[in-house]
């Protein structure tokens, strides 16, 4: 399984993007990148996923470069409710092997 | 559509009591179970995962345990608690099948507190 590596935390304001970078340097070719969402006491919830280039839904885009060696999430105008830990996951989302793991997210503490 | 749940919600249990978590899956067939803790302000450790009836994988040793009697239903045990295993419990689901990706559902957690 490929390890992920993201900064432990970061501060925004209201209003602005932001961008949140996870390194997967030995990232496999069947292997997917996936990104949650997590508040306090809560299981975390599935924000976006993708395998290359960009991806975009309601919440967020994806950017995933030609090397797939390492991803980026950005929210667009976070609010205070933003405020949360993200996880990057990779994994070959095969049901045989089964295994994920998370690495240590990203505290993203937004202020007003 | 599917659905997951998990009890108990919380817990408190003296050191060397039993301890049994539950949680089942409604809505889908054969998929992939998972139980993970996070200690306080931590990330998420994965403890076991499933692919199947009987099939169990152990991501750490000691004294937790889990099973699957059915399709949809995955149990956590321990025959003895730790103060250690305090900490927020989740039981996951996946669709079986590489279309899902690593896109996983957990349930609503428990809380379990070892006095």
């Known amino acids: 399984l490929a390890k992920t590596t993201q900064p432990i935390s970061m501060d925004s304001y209201e209003g602005q993007e932001v961008n949140i970078t996870c390194s997967h340097n030995?990232?496999?070719?069947?292997?997917?990148i996936t990104w949650y969402q997590q508040f306090p006491s809560q299981g975390p919830r599935f924000i976006i996923q993708?395998?290359?280039t960009k991806v975009t839904n309601e919440v967020a885009s994806l950017f995933i470069p030609a090397d797939r060696k390492s991803s980026t999430l950005s929210l667009p105008r976070v609010s205070l409710s933003d405020t949360a830990v993200y996880y990057c996951?990779?994994?070959?989302?095969?049901?045989?092997?089964?295994?994920?793991?998370f690495g240590q997210g990203t505290t993203l503490q937004v202020k007003p | 559509s599917q659905t997951i749940h998990q009890w108990p919600a919380t817990l408190v249990q003296p050191v060397g009591s039993p301890l049994s978590l539950e949680c089942t899956v409604e809505?889908?067939?054969?998929?992939?179970l998972y139980w993970y803790r996070q200690a306080a302000g931590r990330g998420l450790q994965l403890l076991f995962y499933?692919?199947?009836?009987?099939?169990i994988s152990s991501e750490v040793p000691q004294n937790l345990s889990a099973s699957r009697p059915q399709d949809r239903q995955f149990i956590l045990s321990s025959k003895k608690l730790l103060l250690s295993d305090s900490g927020f419990y989740l039981c996951?689901?996946?669709?079986?099948?590489?279309?899902?990706?690593?896109?996983?559902?957990f349930g609503e957690g428990s809380w379990l507190t070892v006095v």
């Open positions: 996951l990779v994994g070959d989302g095969s049901s045989n092997t089964g295994k994920l793991i």
């Open positions: 996951a689901w996946r669709e079986p099948g590489r279309s899902s990706g690593n896109t996983i559902y």
């Open positions: 809505g889908t067939s054969n998929p992939n």
């Open positions: 030995n990232i496999a070719t069947n292997d997917y």
């Open positions: 499933s692919v199947g009836i009987g099939q």
């Open positions: 993708g395998y290359k």
